[in-house]
């Protein structure tokens, strides 16, 4: 069959549309953290140093649990301010319940549970309210998380006085929170199992697709049977869980509860990783696996800077433009495609 | 406007003083000296501040828009005029402001109006890049040296016992509401929130009005960058720390929406007083600065509530 016939397929004409399918088809987050570490890793030879990559993994391990969290909210069309507030929440009431416990003459063992479930307990009670807020007084995420953000770091202030809370056992820091298992940080190993369980939650668990339904189209979603108000309070709450086995893992690590842990800073963090991973602000769409890339991302930009001495200051403006960048490139993207 | 006549249009009008009303009486029960003419006056300067800030996000939330940006665009604005007014004099100062600022609310309204970036993310990467612009221009500390003209312009300055930050504030106020009630880029404003689609349809250029939007925002944002910067007399690059959400806060409080369409200056100044009075009287009372950030936030969220169950009756 030589014979040449005119397709009927959609040709695209020029290079740039054919650059765009095929960016459209893998995402252009994976094909720049590529194109970032080639780079890098040519021009920068610090780069590919084991301790160095380890470095960059842990960071984006902390900063990628909490964007998990955020992207299950952004997926049911919410968002959550507090995430930060949380970290710092769940860090603060852990360590005082842990110490208290320990003081008191109490094995080592049931005073990291008890701190544990305080931490967690505490961050699951602001995911709950956030939720309630949210699904059943339907009012605006952004004003609930806004307060919430203000009330849990109140909270941890109030307990703390802005003081470190020392005294946690010895088996949680050491044992824990600076453990190495298989030759990685421990918290890297914490993070990488969380992560999985939420991609397992969102492809084998009807969760998945319950969340996309009811940020994708609330009405349908609820003609379809689906819980609209349980799913949106589930995802608050599994985001500020999410946020407070983060906040266990950071005092595990530095080994002190602190009130300045996490902040406003994370939740931006958070927010931004989850944008540059596709996760839309509408709502109904978002994977973790590319919440992690993006997380991994941040990380290696912040740590090429840091390896090219650029100014901490103008890290910032980086990022601020990264960001925008990122949105609008999505956006003329998704433009185009409906073009063609 | 049409709707501040109806009943229901009243309520959001009449709760608001009366919740202040109550607060101001329940703090002076506590503690008498809260309802003094000294501190009522001390209350309303203190707010003019909050004021143009509230005033500025307002006209973006109009929109159904947001502007994380206000609290950094204010810290670079502040640290770039006193910069320029140490150098060149306080004109060069104000005037290097309204550029920075005019240049800074451009962009935003154009990368939300043009590249149709969601506002949040568009004003959040402003937020980085003025952290970062105003952390490199002070170097961290705070530029000291502004010409006394300026403070006596922007802070010390009274015309007939009124003092200035509060007549800069009335300004703003009044022409606020003149442009919002009175000329079609202010009703605008509203058509664009209300329903972008028919706005558009409706013949409203609802992209030059989004670009407009954020620029008057960041306008008014640096102005009262110019007002702080005054009032303490230096550049400081930690001035906007909180006040965005502040601004978002009390503009909500104050019943615009966010929802877009809805709410008027009004509304915004007395969210504006409301929150500064609470904070005052927290103050006066002793209450602990961590409770007050709990009590801030527990009033947001209520206040929000309050606004959706009105909204859904």
Known sequence: ?340 | MSDQLSLRGMIPHLALPLALAVMLAGFSAVEPRSLSAGNLLNVLEQSSYLIVFTLAQTVVLLTRGFDLSVGMAASAVSVAAALAAVSFGGGAGVAVALLLAGGIGLVNGAVVALLRVNPFVATLGMLNICLGLSSTLSGGRPVTGVPDGLTTLFYSGAVLGVPAPVLIAALCTGGLALLLHRTVFGRSLYLTGGNPRAAEVAGVRVRLTLIGAYTLCALLAGLGAVMLTARTGSGEPSLGGSLTLESIAAAVIGGVSLRGGAGGVTGAVLGAVFVTALSNGMNLTRVDGNVQMIVLGVVVVAAVALDRFRGSR
């Open chain 1, 1 to 340: 069959m030589s014979v040449h016939l005119p397709s009927h397929h959609p040709q695209p004409q020029q290079f740039s549309d054919r650059l765009m399918l095929a960016v459209a088809g893998i995402g252009l987050l994976p094909l720049l953290l590529v194109a970032l570490v080639a780079v890098l890793a040519l021009t920068e030879p610090r780069f590919l140093g084991a301790v160095n990559l380890l470095n960059i993994l842990r960071t984006a391990s902390v900063l990628a649990v909490v964007a998990s969290g955020q992207m299950l909210v952004l997926i049911v069309g919410g968002f959550d301010l507090s995430v930060g507030a949380v970290v710092a929440l769940s860090s603060t009431v852990g360590a005082t319940a842990m110490a208290g416990v320990a003081a008191s003459g109490a094995s080592p063992a049931l005073a990291v549970t008890a701190g544990c479930a305080a931490g967690l307990g505490a961050g699951a009670v602001v995911g709950l309210v956030n939720g309630l807020c949210v699904a059943v007084l339907k009012v605006s995420p952004f004003m609930v998380t806004l307060g919430t953000m203000s009330a849990a770091s109140g909270v941890a202030l109030l307990l703390t006085n802005g003081i470190p809370v020392y005294g946690l056992p010895d088996g949680f820091v050491s044992g824990f929170g600076r453990a190495v298992w298989l030759g990685l940080p421990s918290a890297l190993v914490v993070s990488v199992v969380l992560l999985g369980a939420v991609a397992v939650m969102q492809r084998h668990t009807l969760a998945g697709p319950a969340l996309r339904a009811v940020g994708g189209n609330l009405q349908a979603a609820r003609v379809s049977g689906v819980a609209v108000r349980g799913w949106t309070v589930a995802a608050y709450v599994g985001c500020a869980v999410l946020a407070s086995l983060t906040g266990l893992l950071l005092t595990a690590r530095i080994g002190s509860g602190q009130a300045s842990l996490g902040g406003l800073n994370m939740t931006m963090e958070s927010i931004a990783t989850a944008v540059i991973a596709g996760v839309s602000l509408r709502g109904g769409a978002g994977r973790v696996e590319m919440v992690a890339l993006g997380a991994v991302f941040l990380a290696v930009i912040s740590n090429a800077m840091n390896l090219s001495r650029v100014d901490s200051k103008a890290q910032l403006v980086v990022l601020g433009v990264i960001l925008i960048a990122a949105v609008a490139l999505d956006e003329l993207g998704k433009r185009r495609r409906v073009r063609v």
